[in-house]
């Protein structure tokens, strides 16, 4: 019905057009029904589409009817049990065309339904105080396709990625902290080192200077070691 529907919206001259044609294609337990009518009462339902359209909704579309439908689109929920690879999109429409066979819901209640029905991850990628309108909101489901498929990981009701930002706006300011302000301890810290440092350096031209003297003595002990040992030898040979 609702693809007539759709149909007889493009004017009021196929509106009116369709009530008198869609009688002539029932078949079956439809055609029975509407041959049963009587020839006036058949007459004013096929004034138009509308007329046809609510004769029709009051014989088959009764009360036990709506309610199946309102407890269909209670139930209906994103990826079931019986449809694993639905898309969020898929979820929409199903959930949407249910919503508008069981009842004349507004447009807000619609929304509300639709996001019910849907995980809880979905409210932190979709802000629907934003949303007044379900071709909005069908707008922003298949824009954000890919991350309602793939949510980020939530811990205590935060995201993966809010505590990303949160760890590195941390850091930044911690770091321009530590470059502007530097704390007292890490300024007595920095003296320490670069005391210590100058002073291990001294110590070390010391400890060379004092290295090359005693060699120096050393060297002039062996020389005159070797002179001794030579006289003694040319004593020998003369002998």
């Known amino acids: 019905m609702e693809s007539v529907t759709n149909l007889g919206e ?6 009116k057009q369709l009530g008198e044609l869609v009688p002539t294609r029932f078949k079956g337990k439809a055609k029975s029904w509407w041959q049963s009518l009587p020839l006036e009462r058949r007459r004013l339902a096929s004034t138009n589409w509308g007329t046809l359209r609510a004769k029709i909704g009051s014989y088959y579309m009764d009360r036990v009817w709506q309610d199946k439908q309102k407890l269909k689109a209670k139930n209906c929920t994103y990826c079931n049990s019986t449809c694993l690879r639905e898309k969020p ?15 004349n819901y507004t447009e807000s209640e619609m929304i509300m339904s639709i ?23 069908q707008d922003k489901i298949k824009f954000h396709e890919e991350a309602l498929i793939n949510p980020p990981t939530v ?14 706006r941390k850091g930044a300011k911690q770091a321009k902290a530590n470059f502007i302000n530097p704390s007292t301890e890490y300024i007595a810290a920095q003296e320490e080192y670069e005391e210590a440092y100058l002073n291990a350096d001294t110590d070390g031209e010391d400890g060379d200077n004092g290295d090359i003297d005693k060699g120096d003595e050393a060297d002039e002990e062996i020389e005159e070691g070797d002179q001794e040992a030579d006289k003694n030898d040319a004593k020998d040979h003369l002998n």
């Open 155 to 168: 811990i205590g009701g935060v995201s993966d990625i809010e505590r990303r930002l949160r760890h590195a």
């Open 115 to 137: 996001m019910d029905g849907a995980p809880q991850s979905w409210n932190s990628i979709i802000d629907t105080s934003l949303i007044y309108t379900t071709v909005q909101l």
């Open 10 to 15: 493009w004017s009021p001259i196929v509106w």
């Open 89 to 103: 999109t898929d979820y929409f429409l199903q959930k949407f065309r249910l919503l508008r066979t069981a009842k």
